[in-house]
């Protein structure tokens, strides 16, 4: 019978032990941040459009919004709305081309994303001017409270977003910008794109 080979205990003991890899972060402090932020904002914002649609659902179809009242512009709004949706897509190439190390062109998709954004809030910008000029403020109707309100809170958040990805910009163009700060800024611009559908969906319509 072949005798069985045994190993030493001294044998395993000098072994050299292997160095451990490092940990890899699941989500960096500045996108977990976002993340937090923006579930409050969506708690929010559902709350705004829920009682958007009580107040509308107390009163007939045929009088909200009341027929006295200027018209809000529908077409014009799904053009501009146009805006906010390529502006969403491009920040989001834009993280896409930072994470294969591909800056110079996540900078022109980041700056492309920020401009056509900006287009949005002159837009929106433009419409407040026509509609205050026609008689529609907060005081007109329950309907223009809640259209002034809501969208007016939604441009703010268009304008904070904005700043947020400036700020990245800026850093991006210095060349110390990483790749969680613009994927930071890019999840709560995505929140801004998102949710803006939503909101015209239930208000213009």
């Known amino acids: 019978m072949t005798p069985v080979a045994t190993v030493a205990p001294s044998s395993l003991s000098s072994s050299p032990a292997r160095p451990r890899a490092p940990r890899s972060r699941f989500l960096e402090p500045a996108v977990l941040g976002v993340l937090v932020f923006m579930g409050s904002e969506i ?3 559902s709350g705004m459009l829920s009682a ?14 009341p027929p006295d009242q200027p018209r809000l ?5 799904a053009v501009n709305s146009a805006f906010l949706l390529v502006s969403g897509v ?9 994470s294969t190390s591909n800056a110079a062109r996540a900078l022109k998709l980041a700056i492309a994303g920020a401009v056509t954004g900006a287009v949005f809030v002159l837009g929106q910008g433009y419409e407040w001017t026509q509609l205050l000029s026609q ?4 005081q007109r109707s329950a309907h223009a409270s809640f259209f002034y309100m809501i969208v007016g809170t939604h441009a703010l958040h268009v304008v904070g977003g904005l700043v947020g990805l400036g700020l990245v910009l800026r850093k991006m163009l210095q060349g110390t910008a990483t790749l969680a700060q613009l994927r930071a800024a890019q999840l709560f611009w995505s929140f801004v794109v998102l949710v803006w559908p939503v909101i015209y969906l239930m208000v213009y319509l």
């Not at 491009?90 to 930072?98: F, G, I, T």
């Not at 008689?135 to 907060?138: Q, R, Y």
């Open 43 to 45: 708690m929010f914002f």
């Open 52 to 65: 958007y649609n009580i107040a509308r659902a107390r009163v007939p179809m045929s009088i909200w919004p």
């Open 73 to 77: 512009p529908v077409e014009a709004t």
């Open 90 to 98: 491009l920040v989001w190439l834009a993280v896409r081309a930072l």
């Open 135 to 138: 008689g529609l403020n907060m």
